[in-house]
């Protein structure tokens, strides 16, 4: 068995009434001492995904089991502990506790644990010496750059030595010079005892990095002659949070446009009739579609690749239709 | 969380927003302030009374059998009855006294209200001076220091001029209105233009049986009875107190609230490295607390300095001194429970929130 593994994870959000999936059956699995990539641009459930392994939020659907220990299932007690003990977090805005110094914030996870403050004094002198601000000590983070804040933000994920850390798009805020320190000291950190987990849209890291996980493959962008579809009345031709690369026109018959709403209801968006399209933003803008499509009567239907519509229809794109 | 991990956090947040801090615990400060000072006057009226009543060196008082026992408002008996109370059993020595709230004129200033006594030479509680000299004669007065005459200023009550010969100091009845001593002779003038009437028999021992009309008060029933008198004016005080105690606690609440506010993100955070929503809550009560209890200590030193705005006589008790700091951590915890749904509401995944 895997040291981590993610096994068809789900997340579902509330957003403003409907529902979003930024992460629909995931898979995945990794080993210790492994320096895990997560990329794909925003929105794509990197930071859910993230936020899910911490044990900060519960999945809908699915398991996350790191060192035999179901995540997903913690409560209480048990999560605290987890968040505590099991894993070290690097946060994208640093999060340093603006009143504390570089010292005494990477002191926090140790106090929050119950550990002496001469130990966990000593603990976080080793780490900043390690992360090289011996001589910073005692600044405040307003008095420190943003690449020695995240480098104070790693030494406090690291302080009670987890064998699980995750940084959340850690060179995000940081200049060319100061992202080559910190993705070096990830690399580094990822040894036998400890997994680094780091999501990403800077896809410099996949060359250090032992996996790169792609949270959004790239649609397909090879060119088809139009495949037409028939469907019967009531069948879903695409669903809400789907990925696809093609662009419906309607030769016969009519389509619903519908959303899913959060109480597990639907919102008709619209009906699409013959000589129409619909679902042109979603491949366009490389998104999941926003809206699911199911024939209304008997329809027959021209899919057509991005690059064929556009020649059709020219003046697109209008307004979105089922993205 | 370690509470030295929770007091760590605590003290650093407190040092980092020391300004706020300051600005929150100097108004607070100014009311608990206010709030000793309310006690003051409370309890300065009860100890007026006290230094009055005491100070004519009696072990009772015979009064009408249909008066208050209210020292300043006695129902008048004939001047004969106090040889009659001396000849009574169980009574040492008698002395006859007259209490009557009057209003004396000061040549240049406006009407002063003052509390004429009049005793005879010799007899109980003439010795009331504590600068000059007491009482000798017809025409002569001490007055209390409050009154602002020295010894030789003159003024007069009704159709009486009389000449100060002695200050005294803590004597006053009614909230702060000055005692004037004067001879039995002159009271009698100012204030029953010039009948044989008297307010009360001083005194000692105390008297088996009683000629018809009159009975025996303790002294200490007088001075309760003359502090009902007062009871309006002291519960409005004790009421004021309470609405003092609620601003201090807005004020601290205030402060919590909005830093509380600004550390939506430390709190997210927080909890996200495994701090529980109860740790979270110690802290803000940890600090609300601080605040309050440094308010409160500050709030001594003022109220030291606020006393002479007021015209009454302030006492504060040393129980008010003791109540204060616990009133502050009960504030301290209630203004912390203002800003705990946001403790409690922190979402840790925020903490991801770029």
């Given at each position: 068995?895997?040291?981590?593994?993610v096994?068809?994870?789900?997340?579902?959000?509330?957003?403003?009434?409907?529902?979003?999936?930024?992460?629909?059956?995931?898979?995945?699995?990794?080993?210790?001492g492994?320096?895990?990539?997560?990329?794909g641009?925003?929105?794509?459930?990197?930071?859910t995904?993230?936020?899910?392994?911490a044990?900060?939020?519960?999945?809908?659907?699915?398991?996350?089991?790191?060192?035999?220990?179901?995540?997903?299932?913690?409560?209480?007690a048990?999560?605290?502990?987890?968040?505590?003990n099991?894993?070290?977090?690097?946060?994208?805005?640093?999060?340093?506790?603006?009143s504390l110094?570089?010292?005494?914030?990477?002191?926090?996870p140790?106090?929050?644990?119950?550990?002496?403050?001469?130990?966990?004094?000593?603990?976080?002198?080793?780490?900043?010496?390690?992360?090289?601000?011996?001589e910073?000590?005692?600044?405040?983070?307003?008095?420190?750059?943003?690449?020695q804040?995240?480098?104070?933000?790693?030494a406090?994920?690291?302080?009670?030595?987890?064998?699980?850390?995750?940084?959340?798009?850690?060179?995000?805020?940081?200049?060319h010079?100061?992202?080559?320190?910190?993705l070096?000291?990830?690399?580094?950190l990822?040894?036998?005892?400890?997994?680094?987990?780091?999501?990403?849209?800077?896809?410099r890291i996949?060359?250090?990095?032992?996996?790169?996980?792609?949270?959004v493959?790239?649609?397909?962008?090879?060119?088809?002659?139009?495949v037409?579809?028939c469907?019967?009345?009531?069948?879903i031709l695409?669903?809400?949070g789907?990925?696809?690369?093609?662009v419906y026109?309607?030769?016969?018959?009519?389509?619903?446009i519908?959303?899913?709403?959060?109480?597990?209801g639907?919102?008709?968006?619209?009906?699409?009739?013959?000589?129409n399209?619909?679902?042109?933003?979603?491949?366009?803008?490389?998104l999941?579609?926003?809206?699911?499509?199911?024939?209304?009567?008997?329809?027959?239907?021209?899919?057509?690749?991005?690059?064929?519509?556009?020649?059709?229809f020219?003046s697109?794109?209008?307004?979105?239709?089922a993205? | 969380?370690?509470?030295?991990?929770?007091?760590g956090?605590?003290?650093?947040?407190?040092?980092?927003?020391?300004?706020?801090?300051?600005?929150?615990?100097?108004g607070?400060?100014?009311?608990?302030?206010?709030?000793?000072?309310?006690?003051?006057?409370?309890?300065?009226?009860?100890?007026?009374?006290?230094?009055?009543v005491?100070s004519?060196?009696?072990?009772?008082w015979?009064?009408?059998?249909?008066?208050?026992?209210?020292?300043?408002s006695?129902?008048?008996i004939?001047?004969?009855?106090?040889?009659?109370?001396?000849a009574?059993?169980?009574?040492?020595?008698?002395?006859p006294?007259?209490?009557?709230p009057?209003?004396?004129?000061?040549?240049?200033?406006?009407?002063?209200?003052?509390?004429?006594i009049?005793l005879?030479?010799?007899?109980?509680?003439?010795?009331?001076?504590?600068?000059?000299?007491?009482?000798?004669?017809?025409?002569e007065?001490?007055?209390?220091?409050?009154?602002?005459?020295?010894?030789?200023?003159?003024?007069?009550v009704?159709?009486r001029?009389?000449?100060?010969?002695?200050?005294t100091?803590?004597?006053?009845?009614?909230?702060?209105?000055?005692?004037v001593y004067?001879?039995?002779g002159?009271?009698?003038?100012?204030?029953?233009?010039?009948?044989?009437?008297?307010?009360?028999?001083?005194?000692?021992?105390?008297?088996?049986?009683?000629?018809?009309?009159?009975?025996?008060?303790?002294n200490?029933?007088?001075?309760?009875?003359s502090l009902?008198?007062m009871?309006?004016?002291i519960?409005?005080?004790?009421?004021?107190k309470?609405?003092?105690?609620?601003?201090?606690?807005?004020?601290?609440?205030?402060?919590?609230?909005?830093?509380?506010?600004e550390?939506?993100?430390?709190?997210?955070?927080?909890?996200?490295?495994?701090a529980s929503?109860?740790?979270?809550?110690g802290?803000?009560?940890?600090?609300?607390?601080?605040?309050?209890?440094?308010?409160?200590?500050?709030?001594?030193?003022?109220?030291?300095?606020m006393?002479?705005?007021f015209?009454?006589?302030?006492?504060?008790p040393?129980?008010a001194?003791?109540?204060?700091?616990?009133?502050?951590?009960?504030?301290g915890?209630?203004?912390?429970?203002?800003?705990?749904?946001?403790?409690?509401?922190a979402?840790?995944?925020?903490?991801?929130?770029?």
């Amino acid at each position: 068995m895997a040291q981590l593994e993610v096994r068809d994870l789900t997340m579902e959000f509330d957003s403003g009434g409907y529902i979003v999936r930024p992460l629909d059956k995931l898979t995945l699995e990794a080993e210790d001492g492994e320096l895990i990539a997560l990329l794909g641009p925003s929105g794509c459930g990197k930071t859910t995904l993230l936020s899910c392994l911490a044990g900060l939020l519960t999945p809908t659907s699915g398991t996350i089991t790191f060192q035999g220990t179901d995540i997903g299932s913690l409560t209480g007690a048990a999560v605290a502990e987890h968040r505590q003990n099991t894993v070290g977090v690097v946060f994208q805005a640093f999060n340093l506790l603006a009143s504390l110094s570089a010292r005494k914030n990477v002191m926090v996870p140790l106090a929050l644990a119950g550990v002496g403050r001469r130990e966990a004094g000593r603990r976080a002198d080793e780490l900043l010496e390690r992360v090289a601000l011996s001589e910073r000590l005692h600044h405040l983070p307003r008095q420190l750059s943003g690449g020695q804040q995240q480098r104070v933000a790693i030494a406090r994920a690291l302080v009670h030595d987890p064998p699980l850390v995750l940084a959340d798009e850690p060179t995000a805020h940081l200049d060319h010079i100061q992202v080559e320190g910190i993705l070096l000291l990830m690399r580094e950190l990822a040894t036998a005892g400890r997994m680094v987990v780091v999501s990403t849209h800077d896809d410099r890291i996949t060359h250090i990095a032992d996996r790169v996980v792609e949270l959004v493959p790239n649609a397909s962008t090879a060119e088809h002659e139009p495949v037409e579809i028939c469907l019967a009345a009531g069948e879903i031709l695409f669903e809400q949070g789907d990925r696809g690369n093609l662009v419906y026109v309607i030769e016969e018959g009519s389509v619903e446009i519908f959303r899913e709403r959060a109480d597990r209801g639907e919102e008709l968006l619209t009906v699409v009739g013959a000589g129409n399209y619909f679902g042109e933003i979603g491949p366009i803008l490389n998104l999941p579609r926003s809206a699911s499509a199911r024939a209304a009567e008997p329809t027959r239907l021209s899919a057509l690749t991005v690059r064929t519509f556009r020649k059709r229809f020219p003046s697109t794109v209008r307004e979105a239709r089922a993205g | 969380m370690g509470d030295a991990g929770v007091f760590g956090i605590t003290v650093s947040d407190l040092l980092f927003r020391k300004r706020q801090f300051l600005i929150a615990i100097g108004g607070a400060a100014l009311v608990f302030a206010m709030t000793l000072l309310l006690a003051g006057l409370a309890a300065g009226f009860s100890v007026e009374i006290n230094a009055t009543v005491q100070s004519f060196g009696a072990d009772a008082w015979v009064v009408a059998n249909a008066s208050s026992a209210r020292v300043a408002s006695l129902t008048p008996i004939v001047g004969s009855a106090a040889g009659r109370v001396a000849a009574s059993p169980g009574v040492r020595h008698a002395s006859p006294v007259i209490i009557v709230p009057q209003t004396a004129s000061v040549a240049g200033v406006p009407p002063v209200s003052v509390n004429v006594i009049g005793l005879p030479i010799g007899g109980l509680g003439t010795n009331q001076a504590t600068q000059g000299t007491d009482v000798r004669g017809s025409g002569e007065a001490v007055v209390d220091a409050t009154m602002g005459l020295g010894i030789g200023k003159a003024f007069s009550v009704g159709p009486r001029t009389f000449t100060v010969v002695g200050v005294t100091s803590n004597r006053t009845l009614l909230g702060g209105q000055p005692n004037v001593y004067v001879t039995l002779g002159d009271a009698r003038t100012t204030a029953f233009r010039g009948a044989d009437l008297i307010s009360a028999v001083l005194v000692t021992g105390i008297p088996t049986a009683l000629p018809p009309g009159l009975t025996v008060r303790s002294n200490q029933a007088i001075e309760e009875s003359s502090l009902q008198q007062m009871s309006a004016g002291i519960s409005s005080i004790n009421n004021s107190k309470v609405f003092m105690a609620a601003i201090a606690a807005i004020i601290v609440a205030s402060l919590v609230y909005v830093t509380a506010l600004e550390r939506s993100r430390d709190f997210a955070v927080l909890k996200a490295l495994g701090a529980s929503s109860a740790t979270l809550f110690g802290g803000l009560a940890l600090q609300s607390s601080i605040v309050a209890l440094v308010a409160a200590l500050l709030a001594t030193v003022l109220a030291q300095f606020m006393t002479g705005v007021f015209q009454q006589p302030v006492s504060i008790p040393s129980s008010a001194y003791l109540i204060l700091p616990l009133v502050a951590i009960g504030i301290g915890l209630l203004a912390s429970l203002i800003a705990l749904r946001r403790a409690v509401s922190a979402d840790p995944a925020q903490a991801f929130a770029g």
